[in-house]
């Protein structure tokens, strides 16, 4: 393998800050001392978590390192790249795991321009403070007249004493208050929230992060970056005017009619450089606080508080994509850029059958209650995924089923009302009471503590099929998955659209993942590919459906390291994009091989960790990522546990894992120049017995 070993001059600045809060001290630490073995973003972050932490460690401790990690691609003019990972061990997973996050936003970049491909943050700080990040200088300020504001006020208070050049990432009074489901915020709505890394930030006392920078990121080949700025994506250059619409129509299933003019949006890029504009910008949308109107920015989950009667829908290419029309995730739903589908795909008549799986009528279309809730979830800074899709959903389900009819809390639950809403999350931000500190732990922990079977497997009989007529498909009344984390394109609950190609995949994704995998690896597979796994049951017999995943996570792995974006990676039909990115930010030229086996490493790193730290084992997440399965999907499948076993066995195959234990094999780690990393591994009684568990 040509692999690099000196890291290169271009892409990279060179140096990670090593930030200790604890007796506000700052190291500097070579970035060659990691890439590009790993390459960038969460793959070093992984590496350095494997170096300096030890099991045992909680959440909220002061050691638990909280990593903000750029990629070699950040600030360079590469689309996508400006994207930026976070990583800790997470306090909104069950049990508490090492996680990841990825945030657009400008702090990235302005990171790099300030001297720094990443930082790494320890310890506690005596009284709450922020950081300032200033050309190559780290400053500790006192935070304690910002402690206890809003996170759009904070960030407008930073920027009166930084000025407007200055960006910063925040919390809100959900992470003061270690609310495991509490989020850290970018200067524009872009957020670090499933993992609960805001709480993390809170148990530090810290509440900002605020970074100016005036330095410059070279790249390698400026014409490679403009050649690519030209062809990745669906580049949206036209003009871009705010319209002003009589409908809310974010999503073809979220479409009801509003105040006349009501709606006046338009579309931005997330991050910098990027050259999709995919975030939804909503102006003059009421407000949940005296300032009574703001903005919002939406990319997904968000535009469910307007309206959930149905499952989430696609567009054509979505979930089966053909040479002309295939979409990213969930690009092209309306919420983001609309490309109109090529109307010279032969196989567009059959794309356009495909339609949402399932009718559920949770709450109708509501504009204000919509931009109220989506409002509260962004000033608390508390995670929009939790709140939307799993409370509120759970509390329509457990009401219908009479499971909930001796909770009170305070006004009749009715997750339709802007003003019950405000209340909840009002309890929930500032623990207010039993119930506003229990649902401060986050929903996993809640439904455990109120009793699972009741309240976690309760069956909710309302949801019908749209793909079989009248067919009832009976689900419990927690979208919970796996590993604290709810549904999410598992074609069940909220989302029965994908089909079984799609949700087995991304079943097995979540399965090694600490969290809900689905924002970085959306599945992405061929018209071909789709209908030739429709059956569920011959699906599990497929191994193309584990080599799926396996790219999938693969992908993932790459989005995070480059760094690049789920929503213009990957595309499968341009396999060496990522390979093109690196090299123009770098110089360094690696196949497509060495960069899935460069990926491969920092996935197996990220394994090591669970298995060191988390006794992860095939016992242990196989049952974990099962649980979706035994319910209907919209045809009315289901999938037996032994038939998602024999899946598994493909799965671990295709990675060279023990398909007893789900272990790398010695010649895994070997493979991807872990040996240190497997010498731990068998001190630790955990590399398995020396045969090939390849497939015969
Ligand atoms: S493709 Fe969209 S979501 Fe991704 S970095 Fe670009 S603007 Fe952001």
């Known amino acids: 393998m040509s692999e690099q070993t000196q890291l290169p001059q271009y892409g990279y600045v060179g140096k990670i800050a090593w930030i200790d809060l604890t007796d506000q001290s700052v190291k500097i630490i070579p970035t060659s001392n990691y890439a590009p073995k790993f390459i960038g973003g969460r793959a070093i972050a992984t590496k350095i978590y494997w170096d300096v932490t030890k099991p045992g460690m909680k959440a909220l401790d002061p050691e638990n390192p909280l990593m903000f990690m750029s990629g070699p691609t950040t600030a360079t003019g590469i689309p996508t790249g400006g994207r930026t990972s976070v990583c800790a061990m997470a306090p909104n997973n069950l049990p508490e795991q090492f996680c990841w996050g990825n945030i657009g936003g400008w702090f990235g970049a302005k990171l790099k321009f300030a001297g720094f491909d990443g930082v790494v943050i320890v310890g506690r700080a005596e009284i709450p403070v922020y950081l300032k990040i200033d050309d190559g200088e780290i400053t500790f300020h006192d935070a304690r007249n910002l402690w206890g ?38 200067s524009n709505d872009n957020v670090a929230a499933k993992a609960g890394f805001g709480a993390v930030m809170g148990s530090k006392n810290l509440k900002a992060i605020v970074v100016k920078g005036t330095g410059d990121v070279r790249p ?25 619409l009589d409908r809310c129509a974010f999503r073809a299933h979220i479409n009801f009619e509003t105040e006349p003019g009501a709606v006046k949006k338009t579309n931005v890029s997330c991050s910098h450089g990027c050259n999709m504009r995919c975030n939804l910008f909503v102006l003059d949308t009421k407000s949940a606080f005296p ?13 469910y508080a307007f309206q959930m009667t149905e499952d989430c829908g696609m567009s054509p290419g979505m979930f089966f994509h053909t040479e002309k029309n295939h979409n990213q995730a969930c690009l092209g739903q309306g919420a983001q850029v609309p490309p109109p589908p090529d109307t010279s795909d032969p196989y567009l008549e059959e794309l356009m059958t495909r339609r949402p799986g399932s009718t559920m009528n949770f709450w109708d279309g509501d504009y204000d209650r919509g931009n109220v809730i989506n409002d509260l979830c962004t000033q608390y800074g508390i995670d929009k995924w939790d709140v939307i899709v799993w409370l509120m959903t759970w509390l329509v389900m457990g009401k219908r089923t009479g499971v909930l009819e001796n909770m009170d809390l305070g006004m009749e639950i009715d997750p339709g009302s802007e003003e019950f809403m405000k209340h909840l999350l009002d309890m929930i931000t500032y623990r207010k009471g039993y119930w506003g500190n229990l649902f401060a732990e986050g929903m996993a922990r809640t439904i455990r503590t109120l009793g699972k079977q009741k309240y976690g497997e309760t069956i909710y009989k309302g949801i019908i099929s749209n793909v079989v007529p009248g067919l ?21 609950g909220f989302q029965g659209s994908p089909p079984p190609g799609y949700y087995l995949s991304s079943t097995l994704m979540l399965m090694t993942n600490t ?16 209908k030739e796994t429709m059956d569920a049951h011959k699906a599990c017999l497929n191994r193309k459906v584990a080599e799926n995943a396996f790219m999938g996570e693969i992908k993932a792995e790459m989005k995070e390291c480059v760094t690049c974006c789920d929503l213009q990676s990957p595309q499968i039909f341009w396999p060496d994009m990522e390979c093109q990115m690196l090299e123009a930010a770098t110089g360094i030229k690696m196949t497509e091989e060495e960069l899935y086996l460069a990926c491969e490493r920092s996935k197996n790193l990220f394994r ?64 991807c ?21 390849k497939e015969q």
């Open 149 to 186: 504001t809003l996170t759009h006020d904070c960030q407008e208070k930073l920027s009166l004493i930084h000025g407007k050049e200055a960006v910063s990432v925040v919390i809100g009074p959900a992470g003061e208050n270690l609310c495991r489901n509490a989020s850290i915020n970018t």
């Open 220 to 244: 390698y080949d400026v014409d490679m970056v403009l050649k690519l700025r030209k062809t990745m994506g669906n580049p949206q250059r036209k003009a871009n005017p705010v319209e002003h």
């Open 291 to 303: 300032r009574k109107v703001t903005n919002q920015v939406h990319k997904c989950i968000g535009v």
């Open 472 to 492: 009832q498909l009976d689900i419990p009344i927690s979208f919970e998955s796996s590993w604290g984390h709810c549904f999410h394109w598992q074609g069940r």
């Open 515 to 530: 969290r809900d995998a689905q924002t970085n690896s959306h599945v992405h597979g061929t018209l071909d590919y789709m």
């Open 608 to 671: 090591a960790i669970l298995m060191r730290d988390s006794d992860r084992c095939r016992a242990q997440e196989e049952p974990e990522a099962y649980r979706p399965l035994q319910y209907p999907d919209c045809e009315g499948q289901t999938v037996a546990p032994e038939e998602f076993a024999k899946l598994v066995d493909l799965y671990y195959d295709v990675w060279g894992w023990d398909r007893e234990t789900g272990w790398p094999t010695r010649e895994t780690w070997i493979r």
């Open 673 to 693: 120049g872990l040996e240190d990393v497997m010498e731990e591994m068998e001190r630790l009684g955990k590399l398995p017995p020396d045969k090939s568990s």
